[in-house]
């Protein structure tokens, strides 16, 4: 095990109840959770819907505090929202009156050092901004609306909308389950290459096992009721990964493997919840 210090993220003996009532009745939905991850690693969430995959994202944030247990991030004990965290979700969200490249704007006027800064800073920042929209394929639309965009050119503006503040940590709940296969696959290349270039930490929530097993460098799978991470399997393919690396067995053999334990949880099996090997 590393020192302590030298994690990234660091969850020691995490619980959360959503609300005192449930604290009271001991429902917890996510319990025991002693998560540790190194600087610069891509850890994947894979698990039963309603486990409490989300829920560790807002743990992680810092959107919620924890019940009992502690975490810390880059070092510091997490007390609040996190300015060093960028998020992507399933839903691309973009503002629709709002252009393609001023939509990736929005958390520079939002997030503080840059709120302040920002009109002195426009120029830059938006030169920014148009270097990552360029850099993920989106040259050419960066002026225009997000209904003038297909679903996958959405969900890249909103990987860019969450990279822009240069973030030491990258949340991603989901962002490729609406894709079609292909879009799907070229947003993984994407999303490694940016990984690889600027080593920020990345927290992928995915019901894709394929997808998880490509990216990350571990793979947690988490049980339902409790909510706790059950599984830890580090990926040991080599980097850069190709896609054609998804056709080898040795990778499908760990997608397999990742199978057969959420199947063996979707049986019951892991009610058990014992806690996973560090
Ligand atoms: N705001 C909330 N208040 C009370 N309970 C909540 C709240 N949000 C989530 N929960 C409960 O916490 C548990 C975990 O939910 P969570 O959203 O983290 O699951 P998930 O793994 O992200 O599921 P999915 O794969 O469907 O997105 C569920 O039982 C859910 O009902
Ligand atoms: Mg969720």
Redesign the pocket.
């Known amino acids: 095990m590393q020192a302590a210090e030298s994690y990234f993220v660091d969850f020691r003996d995490v619980w959360l109840a959503?609300?005192d009532e449930?604290r009271a009745q001991n429902h917890f939905?996510?319990e025991a959770i002693d998560l540790h991850v190194g600087h610069g690693e891509f850890i994947a969430i894979v698990?039963?819907?309603?486990?409490?995959?989300?829920?560790?994202m807002k743990l992680a944030t810092g959107l919620k505090m924890p019940s009992m247990g502690k975490i810390l991030i880059d070092g510091q004990p997490v007390t609040g929202p996190l300015k060093i965290s960028g998020m992507a979700f399933q839903a691309p969200s973009l503002l629709p009156w709002r252009t393609t490249v001023d939509n990736v704007l929005l958390p520079l006027e939002i997030v503080e050092p840059h709120r302040s800064q920002f009109k002195q800073k426009r120029k830059e920042y938006e030169t920014r901004a148009r270097a990552l929209l360029q850099k993920v394929g989106l040259a050419g639309y960066e002026d225009k609306h997000p209904w003038q965009l297909s679903g996958g050119m959405q969900q890249r503006a909103s990987i860019c909308r969450a990279l822009i503040h240069e973030p030491k940590m990258l949340l991603l709940?989901?962002p490729f389950g609406a894709l079609d296969a292909f879009t799907r696959e070229e947003l993984w290349c994407i999303l490694r290459d940016l990984q690889a270039e600027q080593k920020f930490n990345v927290i992928l929530?995915t019901?894709d096992l394929r997808e998880s097993v490509f990216l990350a460098d571990t793979v947690y799978v988490?049980s339902k009721s409790p909510?706790r991470f059950v599984v830890k399997r580090d990926i040991a393919l080599p980097r850069p990964r190709d896609l054609e690396i998804t056709y080898t067995r040795e990778f499908t053999d760990i997608v397999h493997e990742l199978r057969g334990h959420i199947g063996a949880l979707r049986q019951g099996a892991g009610k058990a919840g014992a806690p996973i090997p560090q």
């Open positions: 959503y609300n449930l939905a996510v698990g039963p819907s309603g486990c409490g995959k989300s829920t560790f709940d989901e929530v019901h988490m909510g």
